[in-house]
């Protein structure tokens, strides 16, 4: 019973979507000013990705391969709709910031990269196990990310104040910039350095070396957004 | 029903005829599903919206200088809500407010929707909403019989969506006092700013018309120069435009112009308190 386990624990952090195959960036950017939206779109892209991935993988016999990109959009998106109109109604407040987010989704590569990669290569079960753990590693990193731009940027943690502000009497001056996208760029960009100066297998290559400098290391591994 | 299923296990996966039944297969499932969903929390989804332009409206009201002290110091039912019918900018009859809320029920019967709504040829609908209703339902103020505060409701075409806020005019019925965003889908980050405190604080003061007596008041691009502009927020010059051509279009002789008129003259009597 290893295999399930492969499937699962890998995305996290050995082959993870956001930090290795570099798919699914822009939402990251996008979502990640405080955890609670982070939150939502992570269990958005949990649930898109699981179903889709499991209805594509139970019917990819009868899927013909000159119109497969077309029906794993259609059930994609369908799934997305039906997220996104359960969020309006039971999570208005939420939905009225991730509503065009959510609809992204449709656009994430991560979930088309999945359903392509793997949901159409193999059974049920292991789709489904390797949909929720790449997933989770997407979310782990979304998670990440919210975390430290919400309490930089706002002091607060799910809206919990964490840090004395400030204009409150407090020490902490909120950053700004940590709510603006670009910071997200940069704390993945770190996240990214941080864990393969650990795990030392994940650097790659380098693809260029440039005359008369020292070799650099290129991280230009085909990604999107 | 088997020998469907037989036939269908055994086309072979990359004939036409088999991408078209898969094509066919996936659609209309997907379809049904989506539409299902769509449909079964319609009510839900709409219940939302309401409260949400409730609490709008009751936020803008509560944060409007020196309403809090008035409705304080007055009977409680001097915010009044009143129907107007477009067409004629006077009050509305009970019976046509009973008849436009019953229409509004069941929009599936469009068989006489032109006693409800007026539909609007290209060049006059400048606020892309293609139809009009005839009764609309506005909020007033009255301090002393007078008065103070109107609040109309406008919506058009933005840059990607259907933005719909609370203009609010002092007594003069020129002076701005603010204006509330309440819905609208714009880019975030960049058109969706116009939901942001700051930008709609920039409104109060200005002035609805200018010194002809046009409808003037608009978003520019870049810092405003008189009392009739309001500084454009930058990148969202598209939902500038249609903030404006909102205004254009409500104030104009298709909107609330023969109202305004109508309450300036005084044949609108202000109930005296």
């Given at each position: 019973m290893t295999y399930w386990r492969r499937y699962l624990f890998?995305?996290?952090?050995?082959?993870?979507?956001?930090?290795?195959?570099?798919?699914?960036?822009c939402s990251a950017l996008a979502?990640?000013?405080?955890?609670k939206t982070a939150l939502t779109m992570c269990i958005a892209v949990i649930v898109v990705l699981t179903v889709s991935s499991g209805i594509i993988s139970a019917i990819r016999h009868h899927i013909p391969s000159s119109i497969r990109l077309i029906i794993q959009i259609t059930i994609i998106a369908s799934m997305v709709i039906v997220i996104d109109q359960i969020l309006q109604a039971w999570f208005f407040e939420i939905s009225q910031v991730l509503s065009i987010f959510v609809s992204l989704i449709v656009t994430n590569c991560l979930v088309m990269g999945r359903t392509e990669g793997f949901a159409m290569h193999n059974d049920v079960v292991p789709s489904i196990l390797d949909a929720l753990g790449n997933a989770a590693g997407y979310s782990l990193i979304l998670i990440f990310v919210a975390s430290i731009r919400e309490i930089l940027g706002m002091g607060t943690l799910l809206g919990i104040p964490l840090l004395p502000l400030a204009e409150h009497g407090g020490w902490f001056e909120p950053m700004?910039?940590?709510?603006?996208?670009p910071s997200a760029f940069f704390i993945i960009g770190l996240l990214i350095w941080g864990i393969r100066s650990i795990k030392t297998e994940q650097v790659e290559p380098a693809k260029i070396t440039l005359h008369n400098t020292p070799p650099v290391s290129a991280t230009s591994r085909e990604g999107g957004s | 029903m088997s020998w469907i299923s037989r036939k269908f296990h055994n086309?072979?996966?990359?004939?036409t005829a088999k991408a078209f039944c898969m094509a066919t297969l996936v659609g209309v499932t997907c379809a049904l599903t989506v539409s299902a969903t769509a449909v079964l929390l319609k009510p839900q989804r709409q219940a939302n919206q309401e409260a949400f332009r409730q609490q709008r409206m009751d936020t803008m009201l509560s944060s409007l200088p020196g309403l809090k002290d008035v409705l304080q110091n007055?009977?409680?039912?001097?915010?009044q809500s009143l129907f107007i019918d477009l067409n004629t900018g006077t009050a509305a009859e009970p019976a046509q407010i009973e008849n436009f809320k019953a229409q509004a029920l069941t929009?599936?019967?469009?068989?006489?929707a032109e006693i409800y709504t007026l539909a609007l040829d290209d060049s006059i609908d400048i606020a892309g909403i293609e139809q009009r209703p005839n009764l609309i339902e506005v909020h007033l103020l009255q301090k002393k019989g007078v008065l103070d505060l109107l609040v109309l409701p406008i919506y058009g075409r933005g840059y990607q969506s259907t933005i719909r806020a609370w203009l609010t005019l002092s007594g003069d019925l020129n002076t701005v006092v603010a204006l509330s965003v309440f819905e609208q889908a714009e880019t975030p980050g960049i058109g969706a700013r116009i939901t942001e405190t700051a930008w709609q604080?920039?409104?109060?003061?200005?002035?609805?018309?200018n010194e002809n007596g046009d409808v003037a008041l608009s978003v520019v691009?870049?810092?405003?120069?008189?009392?009739?502009e309001v500084d454009g927020i930058s990148g969202a010059t598209r939902t500038g435009l249609g903030i404006n051509s909102m205004i254009q279009f409500w104030l104009g002789d298709y909107g609330f112009a023969p109202f305004l008129d109508k309450l300036r003259t005084g044949e609108i009597p202000m109930r005296a308190s």
């Open positions: 890998e995305p996290l952090l050995n082959n993870n979507p956001i930090t290795i195959q570099m798919l699914g960036i979502v990640t000013t405080n955890l700004a910039f940590m709510q603006k996208a | 086309m072979p996966n990359d004939s007055s009977d409680a039912d001097t915010l929009v599936s019967d469009n068989s006489n604080q920039l409104w109060a003061q200005k002035q609805l018309h691009t870049g810092k405003a120069t008189n009392a009739n």
